[in-house]
């Protein structure tokens, strides 16, 4: 009879054990390693990267976009497994340094964002990379104002209150659905939405049709950016058409989020609110979902007066169990 195999969490426990941070798991979510990695070229020192299909189809679109305007972007670094964080931290701690200060710069191997294959760390040439420099190029500028667009946020932002560096290189792609085009919705079936949607301190940016993926269950959604008076962009709010499995039990049909440095305004009940006079031009009731943990997501979704429907598992085929998800709570809200 042979060995059990260790599990994954047993196995990062392990490893954590070894480094003598066994703690660092505690109030935190271990995110598993991707299960499928395409290369995505090489990086700026010559070595191959790879990320998740989504994640490399996406930023493949956004380098081109970048490139055909004259700015070049290149990768430092994209997925890295659980046991080459951990190697990282052993060579910090070799050379002497103590893990306080090594934490501040390096994640927790299991906690890292590279693991996921979602996460790029990014430069320009004439660029020291991983460095504070990257903020004051015209590569950095560009990232900025089109990231967002292909699915692409910062993590890492100044003054976050993860306990992490300013790290303005770090990006992760988080948009379901983003660069998985298939045939594109037609306008006919798909209107466009009214020009003006607005509740309270926010407006909601139309920013485009996002076509579904049949073969991952993605239906199209509406993707619009959350803007403040004084045009600061806060977030995002999608807007999803179809009733598929994923649909149903994981996604929800409104999907939302706020930049972390905006959090704590309203502004994603504030979008809700926005969005609900389209929302009904398709829907009496729909869908929303959270993770049970997040706090704050659920507290928006209760404050818009949806009711609690259930707790499900998160099918261990669905994208969002890839991201980490094991269980949602299920909403129903008449907008
Ligand atoms: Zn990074």
């Known amino acids: 009879m042979s060995l059990k195999p260790a599990g994954p969490e047993e196995e990062l426990a392990e490893m954590l054990q070894a480094l003598g941070i066994p703690d660092a798991g ?17 990086d700026v020192y010559g070595r191959e990267q790879r990320l998740a299909p989504p994640a490399a189809l996406a930023w493949r679109k956004l380098q081109a976009a970048a490139e ?5 972007l290149q990768l430092v ?8 964080q ?19 710069v390096s994640a927790v191997p299991g906690f890292s964002e590279h693991h996921t294959g979602r996460a790029i760390d990014v430069t320009t040439p004439d660029c020291k990379p991983l460095t504070e420099e990257f903020e004051q190029t015209p590569g950095f500028a560009w990232f900025v104002r089109h990231a967002n667009d292909f699915g692409f946020s910062m993590t890492y932002p100044r003054n976050n209150n993860s306990g992490v560096i300013y790290e303005p290189w770090h990006w992760t792609f988080d948009e379901l659905g983003i660069g998985t085009m298939t045939a594109p ?31 991952h ?7 619009f950016r959350i803007v403040t008076a004084g045009d600061v962009d806060v977030g995002h709010i999608n807007f999803r058409i179809g009733d598929t499995e994923h649909v149903r039990l994981c996604a929800g049909h409104i ?10 305004h309203e502004f994603a009940f504030q979008a ?26 659920i507290r928006t979704i209760e404050r818009l007066g949806a009711s609690f429907i259930d707790e499900i598992p998160v099918p261990p085929h669905d994208p969002h169990y890839q991201r980490g998800s094991r269980s949602k709570k299920r909403y129903r809200w008449t907008p």
């Open 26 to 42: 505690r109030n935190r979510r271990s995110v598993p390693e991707a299960a499928e990695l395409v290369s995505v070229g090489k």
């Open 68 to 72: 055909s305007e004259g700015i070049v």
């Open 77 to 84: 670094s994209a997925f890295r497994s659980w046991s080459y």
């Open 86 to 104: 951990k190697q990282i931290i052993e060579r910090k701690l070799a050379a002497g340094q103590t893990m306080e200060k090594i934490l501040r």
């Open 185 to 215: 919705p037609t306008a006919a079936s798909f209107p466009n939405p009214p020009e003006i949607l607005s509740f309270g301190e926010v407006r909601l940016r139309f920013v485009r049709l996002v076509p579904g993926d049949e073969s």
């Open 217 to 223: 269950g993605l239906v199209p959604q509406y993707h």
């Open 255 to 264: 999907g939302f989020e706020i930049t972390e440095a905006f959090r704590g």
């Open 272 to 297: 809700c609110r926005a969005i609900a006079p389209f929302v009904r031009s398709f829907y009496e009731t729909v869908t929303i979902t959270s993770d049970p943990d997040n706090q704050a997501s």
